[in-house]
């Protein structure tokens, strides 16, 4: 009896084996109909997805901390805004021993430039320069001609709104002038003005045009200065 039921039932059975083992078969040469390239495909995407996501945050990365323009600033403390593209300060640093110090009191990373600079002259490091009716000189150097006017004219109009109008100069420069003039350790206009010493006696050093009172410097450069850079 026992072996007739269990024969029976093998019998049964055998048909859902067959089964089994058909769907299976199936599976395989149908990607579980379908299922498993429907995963594949959703991890492809996911994986585009990421990859897509780590290249946006690189670059973004990349545009924010790579500086595009430099602004300088020259009342005694000598300092330079690096500019990003995305018009955001990424650095501030100082060309001279006060400017150094000066760069050292004020946070202005991640600023507008424009802030920034009204912040650093705004500052009581510079009150005591401003009131004895310094000269500041502005240089905007790097980016491209219409974008560095645009922000020329800005500083200027912070500077002009916090210093009187005659005491106001800019020089716009290219890159090339602005590293030549890193090179050897002088502002914008010692720079220049050393450039054209160079034409009447060769053996003038930067050293010697870094010792001139700033006055003497101004009258050899050329100075521009805006009437109203705020437009008004």
């Given at each position: ?62 545009v924010w901390f790579f500086p595009t323009t430099s602004i300088g600033m ?30 050292e009191e004020i946070d202005v990373a991640g600023m507008a430039y424009d ?118």
């Amino acid at each position: 009896m026992d072996d007739r039921i269990r024969a029976a039932f093998d019998a049964v059975q055998a048909p859902e084996r067959l089964k089994r083992q058909t769907r299976a078969a199936l599976r395989k040469k149908t990607f579980d109909y379908g299922r498993n390239l429907i995963r594949l495909r959703s991890a492809r995407r996911r994986l585009a997805a990421g990859l897509l996501v780590l290249v946006l945050v690189l670059t973004g990365t990349g545009v924010w901390f790579f500086p595009t323009t430099s602004i300088g600033m020259d009342v005694n403390p000598s300092v330079e805004l690096k500019v990003n593209a995305l018009d955001r300060v990424i650095a501030l640093r100082g060309r001279n021993s006060d400017g150094i110090a000066l760069a050292e009191e004020i946070d202005v990373a991640g600023m507008a430039y424009d802030d920034a600079m009204q912040r650093i002259l705004l500052s009581h490091s510079l009150e005591p320069y401003l009131e004895q009716g310094s000269t500041i000189t502005i240089t905007v150097a790097g980016g491209d001609q219409v974008h560095s006017e645009e922000m020329l004219s800005k500083v200027l109009c912070r500077a002009y709104n916090i210093a009187a109008e005659e005491n106001v100069v800019y020089y716009q420069v290219d890159w090339e002038t602005v590293r030549a003039a890193q090179a050897v350790g002088l502002c914008i206009p010692r720079y220049l003005a050393w450039q054209q010493l160079l034409q009447e006696d060769p053996t003038i050093t930067a050293e010697d045009v870094r010792q001139l009172p700033k006055e003497e410097i101004h009258q050899m450069v050329q100075m521009n200065t805006m009437e109203n850079p705020c437009g008004e």
